[in-house]
């Protein structure tokens, strides 16, 4: 009986211990970043052809230039953290004049359509939003999650942010405080 006890704590310990470090191997890294996606060491904006909503192309070559910034902005039309994203950016649009947007999805354009309605994003002069059919942008960026925000200045990279960006934070940046 003495050795049957022992047998049966010894075997706690074991499992125990296993099942810690099972715990410790799937527990999520702090930050999203692919150390290996091809912005880490290319700074510049990706080449990339997106179909806008409107149906028109647009590449990388024909950004408009009057712009300082440019804000690549990965979404998903169905995830409640770029419709939070959406929402907070529109209620500051007057603060990002000097920003062109250029909101990204892999989703159908049905749902990027009602997306870009739902938050007034289609028409602004200074807002891309359609589908990357080659899937160029996520593959430079390799996002883990959505939103993923990427900043540039002048085509240079400023600042990723790998779980959407407060609007208060984007303004600081290009109010440059």
Known sequence: MKYILMGLVGLLGILTTNAANAQVATQPAASTVDPNAPYMKDK????????????????????????????????????????HEAGELNKYADKFKDVLFIWDSYRDMESIKKFATKFNLAGQANVIIGRDPAFTIPTFYRPKMTPFVALYDKGNLVKVWDQGVEPFELIKIIQGN
């Open 44 to 83: 510049h904006v990706p080449i990339f052809s997106i179909t806008s909503v409107d149906g028109k192309e647009v590449t990388n070559k024909q950004l408009p230039t009057k712009y300082k910034y440019t804000c690549i902005i990965i979404f998903s039309p169905d995830c409640s953290h770029c419709e």
